[in-house]
């Protein structure tokens, strides 16, 4: 009689490695329980690799009057155990090892204090006898509990009374399914039925076992007290201790357990693949950063600074007593050009913040399409994770990008110049002409006057000067309004992209994070599964 073989796959270092990812990248997703289950199961199977390969750990486990310990003293060869019929007479697990040399160790782990020598074959197998799983000590149900989850080989042994025992089959055998490779199943005390009616309980065992899933589990009808059956046991303990492969074999089965929690919990499902509204993502951080407040300063402000610098100088100085629009918000530079601080800009209203919220909300949704629930809430999560730290985000951009914005361009220096040169010119035939009035006032012969055609130089420079003052201001200030346009058109987009920026490194890059450990999660939990 065969037992089961696992079809061909990843190995189990892979599959092992692979649980072991998923489960981290699980935490604080999934609920803490299948979690720290596959944890505790990467953690067992390292500490059952370190350990003796050379020894299967077999374990007899049964409920009270199944006859466990007349099989244990049956297959050891002797009266190792204490035998009782209707009550538990197993309190701790005790072992029989053929050549136990170099399992110590082993059975220090698995923390069975009674040993004993066997002679004889199989050589490197170590039975088990543990105590009843229903049994009314609630110590003996916790040490069973414990050793069937570390334990190589698991051989239940049922009697033709309880072999449909509802315990047995939920508590047990059925969340064991994915172990089927590493159990068999005997049906004792066949000697207590009519000779007809032993194929008929064997047969009634073998449905119950696959409507738990253990399809193709070895059933064994055997007989401690008459030997009947027990060649047939015995070959199979000894098949499985030749090939050295039962503790491996275990662990993959733990391994498939674990990961198969883990994707009923939320592991099974596509990666989100609908593309986040980035563009109006932007637009409501922008609305709520200022920006279309600060593109119409940087129009307005372009505009006052120009006329400071290129105005008539008989009339620029009043531009001082009008607020700077930039500087008005707490944007522009400082002495050396360095940042001014935070911003004066005004808080965002409640429409734009909602607006905001919505949109980042959306970006969240539209990446948490498809998902399951669990990630799906965690990448709801990663969208507003950093929603606390945009409010200054959003502001040093604005301010960085409002402090290119105060550049003076050359053209005003120029024309400043030529301003103060026509200015003095003004100036010059202003005082030629008072002294020529002072001249003429004193009747003091006046000096001959150099003309333009018909008109004397003093006249020309005065009224030119004022004249060509007033147009260059005039000019300056149509050219400064196309130029501050312009610069509110760049300083606009430019906002836009770090606005852009901003949204990307503060809510999608915590999507795109969340849904990358996602994929992480899927391919390994697929090489776990595999």
């Given at each position: 009689?065969?037992?089961?073989?696992?079809?061909?796959?990843?190995?189990?270092?892979?599959?092992?490695?692979?649980?072991?990812?998923?489960?981290?990248?699980?935490?604080?997703?999934?609920?803490?329980?299948?979690?720290?289950?596959?944890?505790?199961?990467?953690?067992?199977?390292?500490?059952?690799?370190?350990?003796?390969?050379?020894?299967?750990?077999?374990?007899?486990?049964?409920?009270?009057?199944?006859?466990?310990?007349?099989?244990?003293?049956?297959?050891?060869?002797?009266?190792?155990?204490?035998?009782?019929?209707?009550?538990p007479t197993t309190s701790t697990a005790q072992a029989a090892l053929w050549d136990g040399t170099g399992a110590g160790p082993l059975l220090d782990w698995l923390e069975v204090p009674h040993r004993h020598e066997v002679t004889g074959d199989p050589q490197g197998l170590v039975l088990l006898d543990l105590p009843d799983h229903d049994s009314i000590e609630l110590s003996h149900r916790l040490e069973v509990d414990r050793l069937v989850e570390l334990v190589d080989l698991l051989v239940w042994v049922v009697d033709p009374q309880k072999y449909a025992d509802a315990a047995l089959h939920e508590r047990y055998l059925r969340p064991?399914?994915?172990?089927?490779?590493?159990?068999?199943?005997?049906?004792?005390?066949?000697?207590?039925?009519?000779?007809?009616?032993?194929?008929?309980?064997?047969?009634?065992?073998?449905?119950?076992?696959?409507?738990?899933?253990?399809?193709?589990?070895?059933?064994?009808?055997?007989?401690?007290?008459?030997?009947?059956?027990?060649?047939?046991?015995?070959?199979?303990?000894?098949?499985?201790?030749?090939?050295?492969?039962?503790?491996?074999?275990?662990?993959?089965?733990?391994?498939?357990?674990?990961?198969?929690?883990?994707?009923?919990?939320?592991?099974?499902?596509?990666?989100?693949?609908?593309?986040?509204?980035?563009?109006?993502?932007?637009?409501?951080?922008?609305?709520?950063?200022?920006?279309?407040?600060?593109?119409?300063a940087v129009a307005r402000a372009h505009t006052h600074r120009a006329v400071a610098a290129t105005g008539w100088p008989m009339t620029r100085w009043m531009r001082r007593f009008r607020p700077d629009p930039l500087r008005r918000l707490g944007l522009g530079s400082g002495a050396k050009g360095e940042l001014v601080g935070r911003s004066s800009l005004p808080e965002a209203s409640a429409v734009q913040r909602a607006r905001m919220e919505t949109a980042i909300r959306d970006v969240g949704e539209a990446s948490a399409r498809d998902l399951p629930a669990p990630w799906a809430a965690a990448v709801r999560r990663a969208a507003r994770s950093r929603e606390a730290d945009l409010a200054a985000a959003l502001d040093k951009v604005v301010a960085t990008v409002s402090l290119g914005a105060a550049r003076r361009p050359r053209w005003w220096a120029a024309v400043g110049g030529l301003q103060w040169l026509v200015f003095a010119a003004t100036v010059?035939?202003?005082?030629?002409?008072?002294?020529?009035?002072?001249?003429?006032?004193?009747?003091?012969?006046?000096?001959?006057?150099?003309?333009?055609?018909?008109?004397?130089?003093?006249?020309?420079?005065?009224?030119?000067?004022?004249?060509?003052?007033?147009?260059?201001?005039?000019?300056?200030?149509?050219?400064?309004?196309?130029?501050?346009?312009?610069?509110?058109?760049?300083?606009?987009?430019?906002?836009?992209?770090?606005?852009?920026h901003v949204g990307e490194d503060l809510v999608l890059e915590p999507v795109k994070e969340e849904l990358g450990r996602y994929s992480r999660f899927t391919e390994a939990l697929g090489t776990a599964r595999a």
């Open positions: 009689m065969k037992l089961l073989r696992r079809k061909e796959g990843p190995s189990l270092d892979d599959r092992l490695a692979g649980l072991l990812e998923a489960a981290e990248l699980a935490e604080g997703r999934l609920p803490p329980e299948p979690v720290a289950a596959a944890l505790e199961v990467a953690e067992r199977a390292g500490a059952r690799r370190s350990l003796s390969v050379d020894h299967t750990v077999a374990a007899l486990a049964g409920a009270t009057g199944s006859g466990k310990s007349s099989l244990f003293n049956a297959l050891a060869g002797g009266e190792l155990a204490r035998v009782g019929v209707t009550r064991l399914s994915e172990h089927g490779e590493v159990m068999v199943v005997v049906l004792n005390q066949i000697d207590r039925l009519p000779s007809g009616s032993v194929e008929r309980c064997l047969a009634d065992l073998r449905r119950l076992l696959d409507e738990d899933g253990l399809h193709g589990v070895p059933v064994v009808g055997a007989s401690a007290r008459t030997g009947e059956g027990l060649a047939a046991l015995r070959g199979l303990l000894e098949e499985r201790v030749a090939e050295r492969a039962s503790w491996a074999a275990r662990l993959s089965a733990d391994v498939s357990t674990a990961a198969a929690r883990l994707a009923a919990c939320g592991g099974a499902g596509a990666v989100g693949c609908a593309v986040p509204d980035e563009r109006r993502l932007t637009t409501a951080l922008a609305e709520a950063a200022g920006v279309p407040l600060v593109v119409e010059l035939g202003a005082v030629w002409l008072g002294v020529l009035f002072a001249l003429t006032y004193l009747r003091l012969p006046e000096p001959r006057l150099p003309t333009v055609g018909e008109l004397p130089w003093p006249t020309v420079l005065l009224i030119g000067g004022a004249i060509a003052g007033l147009l260059i201001a005039l000019l300056s200030r149509l050219a400064a309004k196309l130029g501050g346009r312009r610069r509110a058109r760049r300083v606009a987009k430019a906002l836009r992209s770090g606005v852009a």
